[in-house]
């Protein structure tokens, strides 16, 4: 395991406000060794809610915690907050990141996960000139490499074979980082994860959708026969990760994450109609008659999965959640939030938020 141990004072989290990122700030500012503050940069797109860290702002707002309405696309503002906050670490999660979506429309993903990394490097670089008590880190996915068969497991040897527009501009933004790194000296870390569920997950995901349906008894829409194959890693154990990276990671190292937990979407899908049914006191061969097959999506990678042996031998890390219990708690979690999840899909969140959040 690495001595190696970081200081993080100034943490600029961009994409704070999605799924993934405001459960990362909730940890951080949680983390009995951390005392600094968290700048949150988020555009509030459609993913973006601040209602996600409601009790965060609660807690820490305008102390430890500030939220920053800002585009990364825009490369003044972006160079301005660094300069004001003197911001000394960047945790870069903010992607447009449905492959559905990036199959429709891929130029939105081009603009953010491509040009807007770029901005995020350069304000760095700019900024940080010199320096080598700073870091930057960036959060991507497995799908830059594109898919597996039924054996074989993706590491940080792995070569890239994205498939997707969206894989594919996630791959690019893990090329720019690393070169900015090479080129220019600019401290970095990556980090490519497997799929991430829990709280807080926009409902275009599979997870919350099929939560979502069974209660409304809608159908529940599976890609092809069902087989393709996806490593799931509760959001908690994907924020320890990189944690454990920011403070100790090698500089200029990749570092992939995942939950080493491999279901079928079928089986997955079937999986959640036991716990929901478990939970709502409800029939499980209800829900597991709305299962309805969908034309499978262009392209659709078989399967992902994660060797994390460097992770877990270098930095010590191990994933905490079982599958068993991460899941129970996600569908209790939707269950026990129907405000959040009406918010959700209405778009009241955005009135509350206009109403609670002073957004400069």
């Known amino acids: ?13 961009t ?4 799924f993934i990122g405001s459960n990362f700030i909730r940890f951080l500012l949680s983390d009995e060794g951390f005392n600094g503050k968290v700048f949150n940069l988020d555009s509030l797109t459609y993913a973006g809610n601040l209602e996600n860290l ?3 702002h609660d807690e820490h707002g305008g102390t430890r915690y500030h939220f920053i309405e800002a585009d990364i696309r825009d490369f003044e503002r972006v160079d301005e907050i660094f300069a004001k906050y003197e911001i000394d670490t960047v945790v870069h999660f903010a992607a447009e990141s449905h492959v559905d979506r990036s199959i429709v429309g891929p130029r939105a993903f081009i603009e953010t996960n491509i040009i ?14 010199g320096r080598d008590d700073v870091l930057f880190h960036h959060v991507s996915t497995d799908e830059v490499f594109g898919s597996l068969g039924e054996t074989g497991q993706f590491n940080e040897s792995t070569p890239y074979d994205p498939k997707s527009p969206y894989s594919a501009s996630k791959a690019s933004s893990d090329h720019l980082v690393r070169a900015w790194g090479h080129t220019y000296g600019l401290p970095f870390t990556i980090s490519n994860c497997s ?19 069974m209660v409304d008894r809608k159908p529940l829409p599976v890609y092809g026969d069902g087989s393709n194959v996806r490593d799931w890693l509760y959001v908690d154990d994907h924020s320890s990760a990189i ?5 100790s990671g090698r500089s200029s190292e990749t570092y992939v994450v995942g939950g080493e937990n491999e279901w079928q979407n079928l089986k997955l899908v079937g999986s ?16 597991l008659d709305l299962i309805t097959f969908v034309t499978d999506r262009p392209g659709h990678d078989l399967r992902y999965a994660i060797d994390c042996t460097k992770t877990k031998s270098e930095l010590g890390w191990t994933q905490r959640h079982t599958f068993a219990e991460g899941l129970r708690h996600t569908v209790r979690w939707y269950l026990d939030n129907p405000t959040w999840v009406n918010h959700i899909r209405s778009g ?11 957004r400069r």
Do not use: H
């Not at 959640?272 to 829900?287: N, P, Q, S």
């Not at 009241?348 to 002073?358: G, S």
């Open 1 to 13: 395991m690495t001595e190696q141990s970081r200081t993080l004072s100034n943490v600029l989290v």
């Open 15 to 18: 994409g704070g406000a999605g």
């Open 54 to 56: 409601r009790d965060v």
């Open 116 to 129: 807007g990394t770029v901005n995020l490097l350069e304000a760095a670089r700019a900024r940080w000139a």
């Open 195 to 213: 799929n991430n569920y829990g709280p807080y997950q926009f409902p275009e995901k599979m997870i919350p959708v099929m939560i979502m349906n």
């Open 243 to 247: 944690l454990r990276i920011m403070r």
């Open 272 to 287: 959640l109609c036991t716990i929901v049914a478990e939970e709502t006191k409800g029939d499980a061969d209800e829900l």
């Open 348 to 358: 009241e969140y955005r009135k509350w938020m206009e109403r609670n959040y002073d």
